[in-house]
């Protein structure tokens, strides 16, 4: 048996890292929107033009340089190769930087992949893009007047927003399927966030994808197919965001029995779920320390529950006790789903509710498998002699404890 807490103790280690998962940079973004006709389909679609080029750049010359990739330059700065964009190969051929987009980019219907027309591309600086949050909005940023602000200087290949608009004549059409071939080997890629949204008469559907979309996504006009999505990405970010597992991992070993656990967990789950929706609508402090105290009162969060996962309650007031604890607590927890929510959803898009109701539900399919994996195990080692069950209680808070006090330390030097 103490083979199985070393092991246990192992696992949650792995865990230390730091848990900002919350917060995903622009250039984690892709936003499609389909819009369909009697004709085919166009598809307005915004990335970051990193994710088209990084995978171009060429061999190292005689000076250690790499070729650049087409439409950009190198120029080392202290020490570090940085791309920029060439802005005179942009505006003297811009059909070719569009071509090389397009490619990325494969859509099949029935299994056959269709020929594409790029009818528009623009680039616009981070930061400064056009609104792309509805059709109308994209389709505005696609037809703006130059195809790169001409007032703006040297600029980062990482600091452009490419949009670009693309026709498929392929008639009338139900279900599609949409993926992309780009690799860029770009640090964090595997995270990035691709939102589909489909118009197709009056119905809209949001589908939505982690990671490089390699594997097609299919999209039809079900409801269901859509907010299914959203629910594996709810799960998705409970079950991968190791600061939210450790929690309910603490959460549970503290649970004296179902009826204490149903407790937290229901305290937890309703706390969550009000902030959830006021940060995703905006309602709490816009300042910029704001999202780290978050973050930091989030790890700190997990310390106060590994402590109290020890500590002998009050039978009478107990549960009670854990369910104020467990509401306040994911009160903090659900500003951190909101603010991922957040980056790839706007409150404006279509749907939304809907799409949040599926996110918030698939967050809590996701507690509820870790409650499953782990309180049979709580049972078990319960029946255990006494001091079975509180060394590896308490081996578990500590390990727990441990990773959150490296989150603190990280999370504290914002504000240093």
Known sequence: MRHVFIFLAAVISLLAQPALAHFKLNQNVRVHHVSHSGDG????????????????????????????????????????????????????????????????????VEGHAQPVTVVSMRLHPLGSELGFATLEEAQSAVTVRNVFPRAVGETYVGDVMLDLHLRYDTGPVGTYSLSHRSNPGLPGQEDTANLILDYNGELIRTFRATGLMHDPVTVSGSATAAASTFVVEGIRH???GPDHVLFVLCMIIGALNLHSLLA??????LGHTVTLI???????????????????AIALSIIYAAIMAVRPSNQKHGDLKAFAITSSIGLLHGFGFSFMLHQI?????????????AFNVGVEIGQLMIVLLIWPV???????????????????????????????????????
């Open 41 to 108: 389909l166009d598809i307005y679609l915004r990335m970051p033009m990193s994710y088209v080029m990084a995978g171009l750049v060429g061999s190292e010359d005689s000076e250690g340089l790499p070729t650049p990739a087409p439409y950009t330059y190198n120029q080392i700065e202290g020490g570090v190769l940085m791309h920029y964009l060439d802005q005179h190969a942009l505006r003297s051929d811009p059909e070719g930087l569009a071509a090389l987009a397009a490619d990325t980019v494969d859509l099949s």
């Open 238 to 240: 409970i079950l991968e």
């Open 264 to 269: 937290r967990v229901t305290g937890f789950t």
């Open 278 to 296: 006021l940060g995703f609508f905006g309602i709490a402090p816009s300042g910029a320390w704001f999202i780290p105290t978050v973050e930091l």
């Open 345 to 357: 959803l706007r409150v404006d898009a279509p749907n939304v509710w809907h799409s949040l109701l």
């Open 378 to 416: 709580v049972l078990f080692l319960r029946k255990l002699p006494g001091r079975v069950w509180v060394g590896s209680r308490a081996a578990v808070a500590v390990c727990a404890s441990l990773i959150a006090m490296i989150w603190v330390v990280e999370r504290a030097e914002f504000f240093v």
